[in-house]
């Protein structure tokens, strides 16, 4: 592959306005954002040293993909993801290393006013979900049947919304509370379109051979209009599982950071930053991991995409 690793680095002619965990965020004009997707990878609340090869490639033309999908069924804020669609005035400051950097990993997007809440909807039980049961029977004011094991599928998908924290973990809320602060109307459209997505896209990875567990939606205003914003339905933001493995009862193996949390596990660390590298192994088997979710779920690899946009640039 011939993409290039971005890990901490920023792109000079750009204005930086903010840094997430995986993701640096530019201001364009006072419309447009730029969204770059680096190769970062967080676990426990904590940014690791190591870059993970071709990461925010995958996230970002994942969400592409998903964005497009369900632009009928639900606006989004994506004006496009390809650096050659880019607007000329954007472009023209930028090296041809700048150029290179952003190929494939970002995102031009519409200004929008975020929701402060991650809209979560569960199909199987696993993760907090899955803690939450084993404690009260319930996960987020949803009651469940008993005598469920670990990793089962649900009866139906349920909407498990998560407060939107600055810092640390996100913390789950069941739906009465996300109403009492954004009103039964709204709270309703958004469990509702959250819902849907989730269950088309869920049935069409499972034509792919893939399981998605669960995933976290974010949404917006534009102009009054209700959007679809963020990521959507990448390894960061979902637990994917492939088919032929699973096995309820058990954690499942999946395409995501588990791998690397799974190794942190092994280590004397008190989880602080800052945080220990990871070994090569780790870092190319989690690479790898990213890599086939895009592989099945799009169908081809993501090399064939980096070539395509590496001859175009």
Partial sequence: MISRELGNARIPELRFLRSGKARDIYEVDDDCLLIVATDRIS???????????????????LSRFWFDRFSTLVPNHMIAADVNEFPAELLAPLSHESKALLAGRSMLVRRAEVIPFECVVRGYLAGSGW?????????????????LVESAELPRPIFTPATKAEEGHDINVSVDEMSRSLGED???RLEEISLKIYTEAAAYAETR?????DTKFEFGFINGQLILVDEVLTPDSSRFWPRDAYTPGRPQPSFDKQFVRDYLETLDWDKRPPAPPLPP???????EKY???YRLLIGHDLEDRESKTEDRG
């Fill in 291 to 293: 890599l086939e979710a």
């Fill in 281 to 287: 192994e780790v870092t190319r088997i989690t690479s």
């Fill in 186 to 188: 709204l709270t309703g």
């Fill in 131 to 147: 803690k939450d049961y084993l404690r009260t029977g319930a996960v987020c004011g949803h009651s469940l049947p008993e005598g």
């Fill in 43 to 61: 676990a426990f609340d904590c940014v690791l040293p190591n870059a993970i090869p071709h990461k925010g490639w995958a996230l970002t033309q």
């Fill in 209 to 213: 051979g893939v399981i998605v567990c």
